[in-house]
């Protein structure tokens, strides 16, 4: 089973800031399998980014990922207002047999 | 466009059993596997199941194994959770998700309350 841990727990920054993510992985993720997803309070999460670093159509551009191996990190690059929210990093290295969830990121408002 | 539409959910006791439906719409359901994910209330996302598109793989978490079961109906475009011997652990909502990777499309969600 493959694990992933995110880090930090919370992130407090304003409006305007960078904010930057971090998923590791307890053994290398093939081919990047890899996606974010942005939860807001009483939500289903939504999909933001794919095989690492490819964004949804529709997602705005100052959200990017990168990152492979075993490291990856989602930024964003100016906070907005809606931005504030949980984020999870997940793998599908093991699909589609099963799938495994980061225990999530969340950005808070300082 | 995509929507899936969970129901099912309630308050049940310990040891019962409880079904939950998703009925999906705006894509060919029958080309796509199809999750079950879960999120205790505070808490992080967790994998439930999956079952492919034909219906003829199913997967599960450990935590669930033998306890639950995912099910398709592709001439009703509906995916199902049977849940049996449930547990207090196992409060959460129950969201439905299409794709076998990434989940590009949720459900809304069904809360599950197991309380006696």
């Known amino acids: 089973e493959i694990v992933l841990t995110q880090s930090p727990g919370t992130l407090s920054l304003s409006p305007g800031e960078r904010a930057t993510l971090s998923c590791r992985a307890s053994?290398?993720?093939?081919?990047?399998?890899l996606a974010w997803y942005q939860q807001k309070v009483g939500q289903a999460p939504r999909l933001l980014i794919y095989?690492?670093?490819t964004r949804v159509i529709g997602i705005p551009d100052r959200f990017s990922g990168s990152g492979s191996g075993t490291d990856f990190t989602l930024t964003i690059s100016r906070l907005e207002a809606e931005d504030f929210a949980v984020y999870y990093c997940?793998?599908?290295?093991?699909?589609?047999?099963?799938?495994?969830f980061g225990g999530g990121t969340k950005v808070e408002i300082k | 466009q995509v929507q899936l539409v969970e129901s099912g959910g309630g308050v049940v006791q310990p040891g019962r059993s409880l079904r939950l439906s998703c009925e999906a719409s705006?894509?060919?359901?029958?080309?796509?596997?199809m999750h079950w994910v879960r999120q205790a209330p505070g808490k992080g996302l967790e994998w439930v199941a999956i079952?492919?598109?034909?219906?003829?793989?199913?997967y599960y978490a450990d935590s669930v194994k033998d306890r639950f079961s995912i099910f398709r109906d592709n001439s009703k475009n509906t995916l199902y959770l049977q849940m049996d011997s449930l547990r207090a652990e196992d409060t959460a909502v129950y969201y439905c998700?299409?794709?076998?990777?990434?989940?590009?499309?949720w459900g809304q969600g069904t809360l599950v309350t197991v309380s006696s």
């Open positions: 998700a299409r794709g076998t990777s990434n989940l590009r499309y």
């Open positions: 705006g894509f060919t359901f029958s080309s796509y596997g």
């Open positions: 079952i492919w598109d034909d219906g003829r793989n199913q």
């Open positions: 053994q290398s993720v093939r081919n990047n399998y």
């Open positions: 095989d690492a670093s």
């Open positions: 997940q793998q599908y290295v093991t699909s589609p047999r099963a799938l495994t």
